[in-house]
């Protein structure tokens, strides 16, 4: 029987991040600190001919300026095809030209409008499909498409197989092929970019307080952009206000702050206002999905065929990986006997995507959850029937190769078909100025990180002192998403050591182990792990002495109140620990221990099982559609996702309620939108991202499938609960109206005009032309 | 930003302060939810604020009522009008538009005359209290003092009649004539807060006990640049009983209404989606 696990516990940090106590970068204030400002390009593609900074230089305050010109550093990103200062040309509309550094943030603000730069216009490539046509140019001139790729602009491609497709193509009754459009959205973090950065100069060393998801990889790429020694750069991660995956790659604004330290020799800050936060972060990427799938008459899945051109940007960051996910769910979300998969990312002259929350895996999903509604159509099947009778089942081992030890994909189904009265609301006729509808949507996801580096592991150092307190050291990162939290709950239950006794220290890359970084939904499970195997090592130590202190011969104690218990024999940690330290033998009470998961390496085929367990969720949403406004509003949320074990209820309701809001948001209302590279609503009045009164009532049901894998059979939970949203909201827009959208997000706009188009639906007979099968 | 700011605290001071920088370059705040925003978009320097967040003077902030009329200071915030009970039982076009105003940080800043004052198309409360045949009472600093109605107040986009010596000091709404009334807001946008209208209807009719309409106020927002009171489609409603209007009488109002929009194109919607939701909205309130 657990005492804390499966419990809710409040955020470790939580009363000082709701009383505004806590620290963020913001909030660094360093002696004789210069406050930076980046120019950026006027033009999102041109010519530069000249920079002059002779007039900002001489404005006062200013401390210095720097071009690339000045500087000598590697390109970034995943391709290596990003300056992080350009000359020559500026791609995309957040180029980085020059940067100052100053007293003050207005000096520094103002020395920027003071530099003088002359352009030679150039008209750009905005849209993918034009980018690839031969008469295009050379967007990116460090991008290596022609030789990799056979085009020029093409600066990722990823091809993937399995089964035998024309095979499963002829077996099919139906075939649905599909173009969908996904929008560029953004993460909207609450707290903006920021860094901080100092270098001493006496020694070479650099620090830099930084909001990255990943420090250990921010380390090797900030050495490699600045042609430094990785151990020279420490990192301290101070609270982050969201990150959502935008920090899982770094920024040029992120050497460049260090490029003004160390030219400057003062520490310097970089904070982005929520325009630029809107102009110069990272993207989740845009695509257009084609998408063929095809049914037996039984409603057997066949195959899926899918052939998807993404929107890279000027330069390739993580959003060109995403393949990486979207294929599993092409190959592996429900049982696909076929399937061939193939995406190409493409240089254009729009801002380059990144990594968000969900990895292409919300776009996959939503064209894959559509075809299906459109199957069940076609075969006059329940939309909630042909999802069961495919769903993912337990040993299931897929034609990805991925091996699905436990599974929760159809109890997740079942719950939420049967708690949100799905088939009741499908059968319900719909008149009127306000439409009911709902639709299914449900995901697959890594639960257990994902072998893509060498290591996917994490290590963990632990050390209890002479006052019996714990200090849990980490090399896995704290986001907000109440990992921490989760460390302390396991500790607390298995060395019996109260909360207020519990120390997380996971912030700064010279003390803390190394871990690869937070993604992939990782942190509890990795990091929980690796606790685990550190907390059985420190036992032993404690065991050990215990039994010589005690004089009893056993190693089944009993942790509880700070006291370690056998029998009637007992005796309080800190007084085991004391004797560690101040009788001979001497010792201290700390170990250290690494996890790596069990997970494989995919193969050159991309085939593998690349995952320690996996995740799954089923969505039913249930909307309304006001035909005389076009809004669709979300009723009710249903959601089963298998997390395994639920490990923090409070922390996974607050998973699920984050994950929803930017899937709601994804599905109905936010879009950057950008004429010819330069954004047009770069503030939250013109990005429409929900507010809290917006948020329908969530009904979460969680799945324990106990997962022999994760941390007490727990399995990753972070992206899940946004990735079926935009799919579900899409059916059950599509079960209100009769109308389906293939494009995101579904504006009011887009529904009136759908309602205004020639054939309009008929009133009241949508629902009735659609059979509804009841299942058990 | 860098500015200077005065904080009169009584009437005297304030009229003084205008006064006294008739020749400079100041500006009125109270709220400062859209002043602010302005602020930063603009080179500061040189300007002087004249705030009257400190204002003690009632006249400015209280809200009362004679036989005719009901008065409203024009430093009454949004939170202020949603906490009257008057307000709520006789205007309910106006107690609304306060309450889908922004966010109830906002509501509880954001002034009456500040709505006005900012002359946005889309201002919320400003068009409840044009469809309401609002009257702005103003004072200048030369002691003077004139009425105005709201609609032609408003004289263009950003522009009104007031001149650099003068203020609003408060509003007045002439009393309900009959306790039968139909009067809402519309508010259209994509969220519930923190919105700015895509389109809206405040409207506020009046009937005898029989259900003729007697008195008809329909003013539309964010459809052209300025919001319009919709007269025609008022005087298409005047005399018909509101229990019995026909789907082809909603349709007449609704394109009088219409025949008021002019609505631009911008990233939040296109004209065609303004017109086509002015339009349904307006059938759209004879329903409830």
Known sequence: MMKVIGKSHQKLDGKERVSGKAVYGHDIELPNMLHGSILRTKYPCAEIISIDTSKALSLDGVECIITANDVDVNNIG?????????????????????AVAARTKEIADKAIQL??????????????????????????????????????????????????????????????????????????????????????????????????????????????????????????????????????????????????AIKSGKPVQILYSREEEFIASPTRQPMVIELTTGCDENGKFTFRE??????????????????????????????????????????????????????????????????????????????????????????EITGQGLHFKTCGAIPALKTVIEKSNYDKIMATPNTGRYRRGVGLGSMLHVGGGAKIYRSDGCGTTLKIDDYGYLTIVTGSNEIGQGSETVLAMIAMEELGIPKEKIKVINTDTDVKPWDVGVHASRTSFVAGNSLLGAIKLIKEKLSKKAIELLDVVTDDWEYANGMMRFNEFEIK???????????????????????EPPSKFQDKDFKG??????????????????????????????????????????????????????GIGYALTEEMIYEKGVLKNPSFHGYKMLTSTDMPDVHFYPIETYDEAGPYGSKGAGEAPLIPTAAAIANAVSNALGVRFYSLPITAEKVLRALASPTPPKEGLLREAKPVTKHQ | MNFDVISPKTTPELLNAIYDN???????????????????????????????????????????????????????TASELIDNKSIKENFPVLYQAANKLASTQIRNVATVGGNICNVSPSGDMTAALIALKATCHIIDCDGNERKELLSSFIRGLKKTSLTKKELIKNITIPKNFSKNIKSGYEKVGSRKSMEIAIVSLAYHLQMDDKGVITYAGVACGAVAPTIPFTTSACEFLTGKNINDISDSEKEEFAKRVLSYANPISDIRASDWYRKEVLFNISKTIFER
């Open chain 1, 609 to 662: 099982d690349v995952s320690g367990n996996y995740a799954f969720a089923s969505q039913a949403i249930e909307v309304e559609v006001d035909t005389v406004t076009g809004n669709v509003r979300v009723l009710n949320v249903h959601v089963s996702q298998d997390v395994g074990r639920v490990l923090n209820p409070v922390g996974l309701q607050g998973q699920m309620e984050g994950g929803l809001a930017t």
């Open chain 1, 306 to 395: 899918v052939e998807i051109i993404k929107d890279n940007g000027a330069y390739t960051s993580w959003g060109a990986t995403t393949p990486f996910v979207m294929m599993q769910s092409y190959s592996s979300l429900y049982q696909v006997p076929a399937c061939k998969f193939d995406s190409h990312a493409v240089y254009t002259n729009n801002p380059f995507a990144g990594s968000f929350r969900g990895y292409g895996n919300p776009q996959a999903t939503f064209s894959i959850e559509s075809n299906i509604d459109l199957m069940a159509e076609e075969l006059g099947m329940s939309q909630a029937e042909i999802r069961l009778i495919n769903a993912n089942y337990k040993g």
């Open chain 1, 78 to 98: 995943y391709k290596k095809d990003h300056p992080i200062l350009k000359k020559g040309t500026v791609n995309c509309n957040r180029d980085e030209i020059a």
């Open chain 1, 573 to 595: 940690l800190d007084k085991v620990v004391r004797e560690m330290h101040f009788a001979s033998p001497h010792e201290l009470c700390m170990v250290n221990y690494f996890y």
């Open chain 1, 115 to 260: 530099i003088e730069v002359e352009y030679k216009i150039k008209e750009g490539v905005y849209d993918p499909f034009e980018a690839l046509k031969e008469t295009t140019p050379r967007i990116n001139e460090f991008g290596k498409g022609a030789e990799q790729f056979g085009n020029k602009n093409m600066a990722e491609s990823f091809h993937y197989e399995h089964g035998n497709l024309e095979e499963q193509k002829a077996k099919s009754k139906v075939i649905i092929k599909k173009r969908y459009e996904l929008p560029r959205v953004t993460h909207a973090c609450i707290a903006t970019s920021n860094i901080t950065a100092e270098f001493n100069n006496f020694d070479g060393r650099l620090t830099l307080w930084s909001s990255t998801q990943v420090p250990f990889l921010y380390q090797r790429d900030i050495a490699h952009a600045l042609k430094m020694e990785p151990s020279k750069i420490r990192v301290i991660q101070p609270i982050i206000g969201g990150g959502f995956g935008s920090k899982l790659d770094m920024h040029p604004f992120e050497p460049i702050c260090a490029l003004l």
């Open chain 2, 22 to 76: 008739q020749s400079k370059n100041f500006r009125i705040g109270a709220g400062f939810t859209d002043l602010i925003n302005q602020f930063k978009a603009q080179e500061t320097e040189g300007l002087i604020l004249i705030n009257l967040a400190q204002l003690t003077e009632v006249d400015f902030k209280k809200i009362s009522e004679n036989e005719i009329n009901f008065q409203i200071g024009a430093l009454t």
